[in-house]
């Protein structure tokens, strides 16, 4: 039985791939009074937010296959948004509490700089049993969910 690490995966899902350091850094120039000064930013693992687009809206994810709410928490452009924890940069040390949260929702991420795009299968990172268990959650429930909406406007179409 081949290691998680050799696995021959497949998908069909694209995930766009965003600079979201350019938007912290931002975030943070808009509203350093208000922080009174402390440098913040995104903890290591929420660094790497990138989006994958389905028709029902915007999924979030790491190179682990994680995100924020799970396969439940679609962002949408009117509804559901997400809150991604912000932590103070200090040099060799790390904060335990978020500094501050900010509340996104799709057409924040929408309007982030796309860097490029990177099939699912490559972009979630080959290690162990577990990250193969978030992949194939995630590609099973993204590439159902997209298929799932074009069966539906097939179906209506008729």
Same mark, same amino acid.
């Given at each position: ?6 696995? #021959?995966?497949?998908?069909? #899902? ?5 600079? /979201? &350091? ?6 943070? &120039? ?9 440098? *913040? ?10 989006? *994958?687009?389905?028709?029902?809206? +915007?999924? +979030?994810?790491? $190179?682990? !296959? ?5 396969? %439940?928490?679609? +962002?949408?452009? @009117?509804?559901?948004? *997400?809150? +991604? ?5 200090? %040099?060799?040390?790390?904060? /335990?509490?978020?500094? *501050?949260? #900010?509340?996104?929702? !799709? ?11 990177? =099939? ?7 290690? =162990? ?11 099973? $429930?993204? &590439?159902?969910? #997209?298929?799932?909406?074009?069966? %539906?406007?097939? @179906?209506?179409?008729?």
């Amino acid at each position: 039985m081949p290691s998680a690490r050799n696995r #021959i995966r497949q998908s069909s #899902i694209t995930v766009h791939v965003v600079d /979201m &350091e350019k938007a912290m850094k931002e975030f943070y &120039e808009k509203n350093k009074e208000s922080l009174g000064g402390r440098t *913040v930013g995104l903890d290591t693992n929420s660094s790497k937010w990138d989006y *994958v687009e389905t028709p029902r809206g +915007l999924y +979030l994810l790491d $190179h682990e !296959a994680c995100g924020p709410g799970g396969c %439940e928490a679609a +962002l949408t452009d @009117s509804g559901n948004k *997400v809150e +991604l924890p912000l932590y103070r940069n200090m %040099e060799g040390s790390f904060d /335990m509490m978020s500094t *501050v949260a #900010i509340s996104i929702n !799709a057409d924040f991420v929408r309007g982030l700089d796309k860097i490029g795009e990177e =099939n699912l299968a490559d972009f979630v990172r080959k290690w =162990n049993s577990r990250l193969e268990s978030n992949f194939d959650n995630w590609n099973r $429930h993204l &590439e159902a969910e #997209i298929d799932g909406v074009q069966d %539906e406007r097939t @179906s209506q179409a008729q």
